[in-house]
T-cell receptor, first 114, second 109 residues
Framework: DAGITQSPRHKVTETGTPVTLRCHQT?????MYWYRQDPGHGLRLIHY???????DKGEVSDGYSVSRSKTEDFLLTLESATSSQTSVYFC?????????????FGPGTRLTVT | DAKTTQPNSMESNEEEPVHLPCNHS???????IHWYRQLPSQGPEYVIH???SNVNNRMASLAIAEDRKSSTLILHRATLRDAAVYYC??????????FGAGTRLTVKP
């Protein structure tokens, strides 16, 4: 158990509304990641963070922003949700021995944009 | 695009060994080979990783070809709980782990 929680676990929202998803870790890991997973696809990286206030874009970052003001929390924001952002969102941390790049995932947030 | 190639699906009988193949012909010298699995309605779960040598842990074994262009995840005795999608991924310090579609493993009782 890597001590990762995500909130909310489920959310239904309307097109055009802002949405923030939270990822919380208890083990002080430096790297944190946000992925999305759509039916028939593997996970795709949205954004990641390599320290407090240090973030970078991933493969599918358009329409998303992130913030990390504390080591333990990594927030993903959809400024104006669209139906194409209906997905399951997973947070992950990088753990394991130095240089191994192992990632440990949270339970996911199922977001539906109507 | 994913940098690995895996079969879409495989079947196994319970309590038999399973060999899940992965091709990664464009692997670079700094890429680690990672395997994750995802059970239904759960997040991916780390299984094993290696660089050049074969690796064993409590969950599985990883056999890496000498030229590193392919690898095989070995589950020594499949159980019903091992039914999942298995992802073979190349990981390095660029934080760009690309999950492909993976291999869906079905375990028959």
């Amino acid at each position: 158990d890597a001590g990762i929680t995500q909130s909310p676990r489920h959310k239904v929202t309307e097109t055009g509304t802002p949405v923030t998803l939270r990822c919380h870790q208890t083990e002080n890991h430096r790297y944190m990641y946000w992925y999305r997973q759509d039916p028939g696809h593997g996970l795709r990286l949205i954004h990641y963070s390599y320290g407090v206030k240090d973030t970078d874009k991933g493969e599918v970052s358009d329409g998303y922003s992130v913030s990390r003001s504390k080591t333990e929390d990594f927030l993903l924001t959809l400024e104006s949700a669209t139906s194409s952002q209906t997905s399951v969102y997973f947070c992950a941390i990088r753990g394991g021995p130095a240089g191994s790049y192992e990632q440990y995932f949270g339970p996911g947030t199922r977001l539906t944009v109507t | 695009d994913a940098k690995t190639t895996q079969p879409n699906s495989m079947e196994s009988n319970e309590e038999e060994p399973v060999h899940l193949p992965c091709n990664h012909s464009t692997i670079s010298g700094t890429d680690y080979i990672h395997w994750y699995r995802q059970l239904p309605s759960q997040g991916p779960e780390y299984v094993i990783h290696g660089l050049t040598s074969n690796v064993n842990n409590r969950m599985a074994s990883l056999a890496i070809a000498e030229d590193r262009k392919s690898s095989t995840l070995i589950l020594h005795r499949a159980t019903l709980r091992d039914a999942a999608v298995y992802y073979c991924i190349l990981a390095s310090n660029n934080n760009d782990m690309r999950f492909g579609a993976g291999t869906r493993l079905t375990v028959k009782p």
